[in-house]
């Protein structure tokens, strides 16, 4: 008997190699849009996480650290998302960008992990982060002073909207 299983939707752009420079924005979003990171909303524009930073910072530095040629532009963390523009210079010749993300969201789960067990954040339901993300290949500069807008005007629409 062959059952038909719905298949996920592909969202990565087909023949498109992820590990070639340039710049891409990214949104990871919380397990059914739970509201995890309420005390760590805000936006970092256009400079590396210092290590004053929440953990969801540290760890993009760490991804820094951890593939050559990968800057991270700038990020804004929200309730139940975060935003980030991860820079790929000519020195990156490693993992796609997939592959970078699958690494992000499994140390920001163990840490978040920890920092349940510690009682500093709020327990999760099932998992931390949805599965997938969101990517958008920036194109031109238009593109990326766009998205750093919207990256930069995120938390303060969300302050302004929030009931």
Request: glycine share 4%; with cysteine; charged share 20%.
């Amino acid at each position: 008997m062959d059952r038909a299983f719905p298949r996920r939707k592909e969202i990565r752009l087909k023949q498109y190699d992820y590990s070639q420079p340039g710049y891409y924005f990214v949104t990871i979003c919380t397990h059914q849009r739970q509201k995890l990171f309420s005390s760590l909303v805000g936006a970092h524009l256009c400079v590396r996480p210092s290590s004053a930073d929440s953990f969801l910072g540290l760890f993009l530095h760490e991804l820094e650290q951890k593939y050559s040629g990968v800057l991270v532009d700038c990020y804004a963390v929200m309730p139940d998302h975060l935003h980030v523009i991860l820079a790929l210079t000519g020195a990156h010749t490693g993992a796609p960008l997939p592959e970078m993300i699958k690494w992000y969201k499994t140390q920001t789960t163990n840490a978040y992990i920890r920092l349940v067990k510690r009682g500093q954040v709020p327990p999760f339901q099932k998992h931390v982060w949805q599965r997938g993300y969101y990517d958008h290949v920036i194109r031109n500069d238009t593109d990326l002073a766009e998205t750093r807008q919207y990256i930069a005007n995120n938390p303060l629409n969300w302050t302004l909207n929030k009931d």
